[in-house]
């Protein structure tokens, strides 16, 4: 496979303010993360709430500006791009937002939500775009009846499903999912999880997928990145994750995770957040690495 997302050394800071109106010292909310999507494949990024991961994948389409590092897309430098140059860019990469109540605007109708994309980048006449945003309905399982509707008349679910039509309009290869299903029901998020599966057979789709539901990412995902205070920990194929963990913030990690069998116990690993030190990924084995 090839490297279709090269992300090395990223940083974001945030300023924080000091006493007496003075700056703070910055927070740094990504430090000095480093790695590499392939085309074709599911790249999970977990952690607890606060670790970074959100923040990465919002950096990778410049929806916050990085502080520092270099961001490779398709072969472009997206820091290297602005104006023009950045918004052609960004056909090929998209993104599906966490909660699906406040990603849709709530007074445009759904099928201008998500003709917009083809007006922004001027891609085909009026019939034609009409006729893309009944197909792409179609794809995601809506009737494209329902194009008239307000996002208030939708369930939690075909919102999402409509900001999956949204983010496919302009057939990005690679989709940015940050925490696609963790607002839905549990009974939806399965019918959503299929879906995303299904379009990324039939479409050749990319995803860097952002989650703490680590049953899921073990389910979907071809390799995970475990991310805590900002940094990578370990990255590896996920089963290798999930069967043979070596830091010990994901050893913690996994040993959350709730057990399904009947009267098991929950055998959870402390993790001393007071020994975590600022150490460099190395290889424990072939295409295994940990910061041990």
């Known amino acids: 496979m ?3 997302v090269d992300v090395r050394r990223l940083v974001k800071e945030f300023p924080t303010a000091g006493k007496l109106f003075r700056r703070g010292a910055p927070f740094r909310a990504v430090d000095e993360v480093t790695f590499q999507v392939n085309a074709g494949e599911t790249f999970g990024l977990v952690g607890e709430s606060g670790c970074g991961k959100t923040t990465t994948g919002r950096c990778l389409l410049r929806l916050i500006e990085p502080t520092s590092g270099e961001i490779r897309i398709n072969d472009l430098d997206v820091r290297a791009l602005s104006g ?12 599906v937002f966490q909660d699906p109540y406040s990603s849709l605007n709530p007074r445009m109708r759904v099928g201008q939500i998500v003709r917009e994309p083809l007006i922004i980048h001027r891609i085909g006449t009026r019939d034609e775009q009409r006729a893309r945003v009944a197909s792409l309905f ?3 399982g809506l009737d494209p009846a329902d194009a008239e509707k307000y996002p208030h008349q939708f369930s939690g679910g075909q919102r999402q499903r409509i900001g999956l039509a949204r983010a496919l309009a302009l057939e990005p290869s690679l989709v940015i999912c940050d925490e696609p299903v963790s607002a839905l029901d549990v ?6 999880i299929n879906l995303l599966l299904d379009l990324q057979r039939r479409l050749g789709l990319t995803y860097l997928f952002i989650a703490h539901d680590l049953r899921l990412v073990r389910q979907i995902c071809d390799r995970v990145a475990v991310m805590y205070r900002g940094r990578i920990v370990e ?8 069967s043979a963990p070596q830091h010990p913030y994901t050893k913690a990690l996994l040993s959350a995770i709730p057990k399904l069998a009947p009267g098991a116990k ?18 424990i084995e072939k295409d295994h690495f940990a910061a041990v």
């Open 2 to 4: 090839s490297a279709l």
């Open 84 to 95: 023009g140059d950045l918004r052609r860019a960004r056909r090929h990469f998209q993104i």
């Open 138 to 140: 179609e794809l995601v």
């Open 187 to 192: 009974s939806v998020q399965a019918q959503v």
């Open 235 to 242: 990255l590896a194929p996920a089963e290798r994750v999930f």
């Open 266 to 283: 929950l055998e959870r690993i402390p993790f001393d957040a007071s020994l975590f030190k600022r150490v460099e990924l190395r290889e």
